[in-house]
């Protein structure tokens, strides 16, 4: 099976998550991406919450499958030669360092411009060029909070609420596979490679598109009639935090199932869409409220959303979250179980799918990842370990033209 990326080069001067999970994509689609680490420790994520002593730790290994790994301090003369010379056969350079590091190291946008015009350069930042907060260094929660996220989730007598989705660092990886991919149809346009930035901050804030929605809505009209607060809470002029409320127009909520006493996750998310109603009654025995004025439009029911949120709880209450996903499927009501990770880690659906795999690696025997979420008819990304420290450095050096002695001095400046 051909694989679309073959052919394509990276230098993934990347590290933690929001750059790796971005080339990490790529090297599943075919890229040859070269991870370039500093020698003796490399990306810092292989030394974080290891659960091996001595081997590289999940949060590494989940981040780089199917990459080479090329050892290299670019601080040093000899470093930069090397990077130079990658940098002159290379189609995109990815990094996500500090504001500013790249071009301390030397490698500005226009130097690396002059070494090779069609290089598409591509950055992640926590804050946009320009933003008055564009110097600031940047982790995951930091952007969910500048992004609009942590303001908007969570129960309203609660704080602002991260998500354990990476909003911030994975997700803005994916927005730069977009920019990489539509750079590289560009070069193939003009000849000429680009710049390409994503921030962590604009990221989270493209995925609150709807809160954004809400907040001119509310300056409008003062109150919001999907939210929990509608029509018995207050509103002040900000968009309020919902709780489990569905965001897309459609009442839903976290219903508890049999076992909720012990199990934390015994409980589906229950979703009233507008047409479903009359199926509704049917699958939780209430067929006299499908004509009933005080049930029968959105408006009508929303006043006493949670005494039918109730009603609903108290018909799961003989029903594991699964039964009742069997019940209400087959009256077509959007819902789902609310999964445990180790329920995820050993669903059958998701191993079929390649969506989560078991990967071999030298180090820690096989470990667990997850694969492509992006499902192709022509192509099935075929998830490699991830590279120990170093272990292509010899590899590369010799692709790019070093001899065996002129690799043994490069060891020996401790530049690789
Ligand atoms: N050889 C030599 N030096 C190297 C190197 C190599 N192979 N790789 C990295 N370095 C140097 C950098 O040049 C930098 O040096 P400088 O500060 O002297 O310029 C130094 O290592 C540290 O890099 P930095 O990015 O500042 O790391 P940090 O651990 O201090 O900060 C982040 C980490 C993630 C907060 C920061 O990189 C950042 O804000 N990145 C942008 C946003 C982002 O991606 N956040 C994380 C999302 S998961």
């Known amino acids: 099976m051909s694989k679309p990326l073959e052919g394509i080069k990276i230098i993934d001067f990347t590290h933690v998550q929001a750059g790796p999970a971005c080339t990490q994509l790529l090297a599943w689609f075919g890229a040859d991406v070269i991870k370039v680490e500093r020698p003796g420790s490399g990306d810092v994520t292989r030394n974080q919450l290891r659960d091996i002593p001595d081997a590289d730790a999940l949060y590494f290994t989940m981040l780089n499958s199917n990459k080479r790994s090329l050892t290299l301090d670019t601080k040093t003369p000899e470093g930069k030669e090397v990077l130079e010379k990658l940098v002159k056969e290379s189609d995109v350079l990815v990094e996500n360092f500090a504001p500013g590091a790249l071009d301390r190291m030397g490698f500005t946008w226009e130097r690396l411009n002059e070494l090779n015009p069609k290089l598409i350069v591509a950055s992640v930042k926590g804050f946009s060029d320009g933003h008055h907060y564009d110097d600031l260094k940047v982790y995951e929660n930091v952007a969910q909070c500048a992004g ?99 965001g897309g127009g459609q009442p839903g909520w ?64 003989d029903k594991t979250k699964y039964e009742a996903v069997d019940i209400l499927r087959k009256f077509d009501i959007p819902c789902a179980p609310v999964l445990s990770m180790k329920e995820i880690a050993n669903d059958p659906s998701l191993r079929a799918s390649g969506t989560i795999v078991e990967v071999p690696h030298k180090q820690r025997g096989s470990y667990l990842t ?36 002129q690799i043994a001095n490069l060891h020996a400046s401790r530049s690789v």
Not at 394 to 400: A, G, N, P, Q, T
């Open 254 to 317: 976290v219903l508890k199932c049999k076992g909720w006493e012990t199990d934390p996750n015994a409980y589906i998310y229950f979703t009233i869409q507008g047409h479903a109603w009359e199926p509704i009654c049917r699958a939780i025995g209430k067929p006299e409220w499908i004509d009933d004025p005080n049930y029968n439009t959105a408006q009508a029911r929303q006043p006493h959303i949670f005494d039918i949120f109730a009603t609903i709880e108290a018909w799961l209450a």
């Open 148 to 246: 609009g996220a942590a303001s908007t989730t969570g129960f309203w007598d609660g704080p602002p609420t991260v998500s354990a989705a990476a909003l911030g660092d994975s997700n803005t990886g994916m927005h730069l596979a977009i920019g990489i991919l539509t750079a590289l149809i560009g070069r193939g346009q003009t000849g000429r490679g680009q710049k390409v930035a994503v921030s962590m901050q604009d990221s989270v804030i493209n995925l609150c598109r709807v809160k954004l929605r809400d907040q001119q809505r509310l300056d409008r009209v003062g109150y919001l009639e999907e939210y929990p607060q509608y029509p018995h809470g207050e509103f002040t002029d900000v968009v309020p935090r919902g709780g489990n409320a569905g």
């Open 370 to 405: 997850v694969g492509s979420p992006i499902k192709f008819s022509g192509l099935k990304p075929e998830i490699t370990g991830s590279p120990l420290l170093g272990e292509h450095t010899d590899e590369i050096l010799s692709e790019l033209g070093y001899s065996k002695d």
